[in-house]
C-alpha cells in the first residue's frame, strides 16, 4: 500500500490573490491636475503603495485595455487593486470612469474612489450609487489613503485566507477518498 | 540661519499666505525626497502662470465667457488649495462667484487682486526655499521614519 501523505503542507507559492507583490498594492490614480497627480502620487507612495498614475479617464481606459484597442495587457498581468479618480475632468469625468470600470466583467470588481474638492451631497449619492467604494474631499489626507490602503489589505487577506481554507478543504477530502479507497 | 528660515516659514502662515495643507505636503518629505514640497511648488507655479495666461486672453477678449472663465477658476482654485495657498485660493472662490453672478467688472477687479497674491507668494516662496536649501536639510519638515 503506497503511502499517503497528510495535506498538512500546503504549497502557497502559487497564490490566487490579486495583490501585485504580497505586500503592495498597485494603484491607478487618474487627475487632470498636475499637482495633484504628483500630491496623490506621494501620497500613495508614502502609504508603500505601487503607483501608475494618468492625467485622463481616457488615458486610463487605455491603461486598463478597456478602450476598445485589444493592445493592452491582459487583466491577470495588470493586477490593480484600486482605482482613485477626480470626479471634474475635462472629456470624460471620474463618474463616466466610474461607470465605464463597473461595467466591465474583468474590472467591476476593482474598488474605485472618487476624489473632488466639491462636497456636493447629489453628486456623492450618485458617486456611491454607481458603485464607487468611497468618495474623498480633496485635498485628500494621508490618513484617508492609509485608511483605504488598511481596508483593501483586510479586504484581500480575507480573501486569501477563504481561498487556502477551501483548498485545505479540498485536499482533505481527496486524502479522505485515497484513504477510503485503500490506495 | 535655520532661525531666520524658521521665522520666514511662521510669517507666511501667521500672514495668511499659507494654510495647514503646506504642512500636509512637508510631512510627506524625507531623506529620500528632501525637496518635494519645492518640486510641488515648482509645478504649482508654472501650472498657475498657464491658467493666469488662458484667463488673461479670455478676459482680453472682451466678451465675456464665464462658464469658461469659471472653469479656469476652477482648475486655479484646485491646485492652489492643494498646494496650501490661502490667499490665492480665497481670490479665486470670490472670481467664481462674480463668475456666477454674470459680474464682470468684479471679476477683473478680482482677477487684478489675484494676479498679485499669486505673485507675493511665489517671491516669498522662492525666498523661503533657497534659504532653507542653504540651511541644510534640518530645517525642512520631515516625517520620522
Redesign the interface.
Known sequence: MAEVLRPEKLDISNDTSSLASPELLHVLAVDDSIVDRKFIERLLRVSSCKVTVVDSATRALQYLGLDGDNSSVGFQDLKINLIMTDYSMPGMTGYELLKKIKESSVFREIPVVIMSSENILPRIDRCLEEGAEDFLLKPVKLADVKRLRDSLMKAEERVFKNIMHKRELEANDIFSQLKRAKI | MQRQVALIKQSLFDQGYLDE?FM??E??Q?DA?PN?VE??AT??FK?SARLINNIEQALERGSFDFNRLDNYM??F???S???GASKVKTECTMFREYCRAGNAEGCLRTFKQLKKEHATLRKKLEQYFQLARQAGPKEIAR?PK
Open positions: 495643507q500636509e505636503l510631512e510627506l524625507d525626497n518635494f518640486e510641488v509645478l504649482y501650472d476652477h482648475q482654485k484646485g491646485s488649495t492643494s498646494i516625517r
